[in-house]
């Protein structure tokens, strides 16, 4: 069975972007090492410290399927049609996806839901025993707030945002996590990984 993982690069007080969602110095570790590491399909690929690689690039291989909402899609412009992560992706929308897009990406291996729990098991379905990484913010944060989120991994990048989208969205309740399973510290990021509590 799919495990379903939320997972963002995050500020060190909670935050996945700006206002505006520009992420600023969020993703500055993507670029400060000597370590390549490739997003699968997408081909996009980053230069990383050997420390970041070896906990990045299996977490990337493992990703089957990506679970992302509307607004990141239109902001990405649905990433030219490759996920960023896995072999398909899963757009949480109540709006097709814009005919021009499609049109200019007949192959992109995109489908899209109505709702996160409906966008959660087509991906689920999709992944097999697969990973399915669901996006941070508001739609991650529905899902974790649905319980359909078995675990969270958070690259926290040093730097304070003061405002901007928040890694767990609107979700405002108390849950406990397990401690951290993975504790990396890579060059200018720290990578975690949790498990969530039933």
Not at 21 to 33: I, R, T
Not at 149 to 154: G, T, W
């Amino acid at each position: 069975m799919a495990r379903v993982v939320m997972q963002a690069v995050v500020s060190v007080d909670g935050f996945i972007a700006r206002p505006d969602d520009s992420v600023g110095p969020l993703f500055d570790w993507y670029f400060n090492g000597d370590t390549e590491v490739t997003a699968g399909t997408s081909g996009w690929t980053f230069r990383v410290s050997r420390t970041s690689a070896d906990y990045v690039q299996p977490f990337w291989d493992a990703v089957k399927v990506t679970v992302i909402g509307r607004h990141l899609f239109d902001t990405t412009n649905g990433w030219d049609g490759k996920p960023a992560a896995g072999d398909e992706l899963v757009v949480v929308t109540h709006r097709p996806l814009p005919e021009g897009w499609l049109a200019d990406h007949p192959d992109a291996p995109f489908h899209t839901a109505d709702s996160v729990e409906a966008g959660i098991a087509l991906a689920k379905d999709l992944a097999g025993d697969g990973l399915v990484c669901v996006t941070a913010g508001d739609l991650g944060g529905q899902a974790f707030s649905a319980g359909l989120v078995d675990e969270i991994a958070m690259d926290v990048a040093p730097v304070v945002l003061g405002e901007g989208v928040r890694f767990f969205g609107g979700h405002a309740d108390t849950v406990l996590l397990d401690d951290p399973d993975q504790v990396v510290q890579g060059d200018r990021v720290l990578h975690l990984h949790y498990a969530v509590k039933r």
